[in-house]
C-alpha cells in the first residue's frame, strides 16, 4: 500500500500547496504563483484561526479553518493582503502599501465575520500574519480545494495560438502583466522575470517600454522606434 501523506491533511499552508503542486506537474511551483492561482479565481483560499481570536465587534470566533472571503465588497481587503504578499515573494521593493487596510471577511458556512486586525502585524512570509490578519492566523488551502484544481486535468491536444488569442494586462504599477492565452490566465509575472530589466539602473529596459506598448495599443500594427 502506497502511503499518502497529504490525504490525511484537511488543511495545507501555502508552501505546502506549491509542494503538491510541483510533484503533480513534474516541475517547480513557487508560492507566488500559488497565491497567483488565488488572485485569478482558480483557488480558494482559507485561514487556520487561533484560538481567542475575535471578530471586530469582539465576539470570539470558533477555533480551525475558516474560508478567506475574496469576493464583491467582503472580499477587497483580503485580496489586497494576498496581493501585497505575491509582490512580497517576488520582488519585496515592489511591495504594496497596506495603510488602512482593515481586517479580512472570514466564512463559515452562513457565518460571516470580519477578523480584528488591530493586532495584525506584517513579516516576511505570506503565511504570518499580515495586517489584514491577526496574530496566530495562518493562511493556507483546504485540502478539497486543492484537491479540486488537480482534478482540472489539462488538454493533451495541441492548441494551435496566435496573436490574436493573447491578451496582455499591465497591472496599476506597470510592473507586473497579466498575460491570458485563450482567454486562460498565466501567473502574474514582472518585468524582471520576463527578462526585461536593466541590472545596472534597475529598472525596465526600453523593451520593456515597447513591450507595454504592445499590451496598451489596440489591436493593430505597432511602429518600433528607431
Known amino acids: 500500500m502506497t502511503?499518502?501523506?497529504?490525504?490525511?491533511?484537511?488543511?495545507?499552508?501555502?508552501?505546502?500547496?506549491?509542494?503538491?503542486?510541483?510533484?503533480?506537474a513534474g516541475e517547480k511551483v513557487e508560492r507566488a504563483d500559488v497565491l497567483s492561482y488565488a488572485l485569478n479565481g482558480y483557488l480558494s483560499l482559507a485561514l487556520d484561526i487561533a484560538t481567542n481570536t475575535k471578530d471586530v465587534e469582539g465576539r470570539p470566533l470558533e477555533r480551525g479553518v475558516w474560508d478567506l472571503v475574496m469576493e464583491g465588497e467582503q472580499g477587497k481587503n483580503a485580496k489586497r493582503q494576498i496581493e501585497h504578499d505575491h509582490r512580497l515573494l517576488g520582488n519585496p521593493a515592489n511591495m504594496m502599501d497596506?495603510?488602512?487596510?482593515?481586517?479580512?471577511?472570514?466564512?463559515?458556512?452562513?457565518?460571516?465575520?470580519?477578523?480584528?486586525?488591530r493586532w495584525g502585524?506584517?513579516?516576511?512570509?505570506?503565511e504570518t500574519p499580515g495586517i489584514a490578519y491577526p496574530p496566530g492566523t495562518m493562511v493556507g488551502v483546504r485540502r478539497e480545494a486543492l484537491d479540486a484544481l488537480l482534478a482540472k486535468?489539462?488538454?493533451?491536444?495541441?492548441?494551435?495560438?496566435?496573436?490574436?488569442?493573447?491578451?496582455?494586462?499591465l497591472l496599476p504599477?506597470?510592473?507586473?502583466?497579466?498575460?491570458?492565452?485563450?482567454?486562460?490566465?498565466l501567473p502574474v509575472t514582472s518585468y524582471e522575470a520576463l527578462g526585461f530589466e536593466d541590472q545596472k539602473r534597475k529598472q525596465g529596459t526600453m523593451a520593456w517600454e515597447t513591450f507595454k506598448r504592445l499590451a496598451e495599443a489596440e489591436p493593430t500594427r505597432l511602429e518600433a522606434s528607431s
Open 3 to 24: 502511503f499518502d501523506k497529504w490525504k490525511l491533511k484537511d488543511f495545507l499552508t501555502i508552501r505546502e500547496v506549491a509542494q503538491r503542486l510541483s510533484e503533480k
Open 98 to 117: 497596506l495603510e488602512g487596510l482593515q481586517g479580512a471577511w472570514v466564512a463559515r458556512g452562513d457565518d460571516r465575520r470580519q477578523l480584528d486586525s
Open 121 to 126: 502585524r506584517w513579516w516576511e512570509s505570506p
Open 153 to 169: 486535468e489539462p488538454s493533451s491536444t495541441p492548441i494551435k495560438t496566435e496573436w490574436k488569442d493573447v491578451t496582455i494586462t
Open 173 to 185: 504599477d506597470e510592473q507586473y502583466v497579466q498575460i491570458h492565452v485563450h482567454n486562460k490566465p
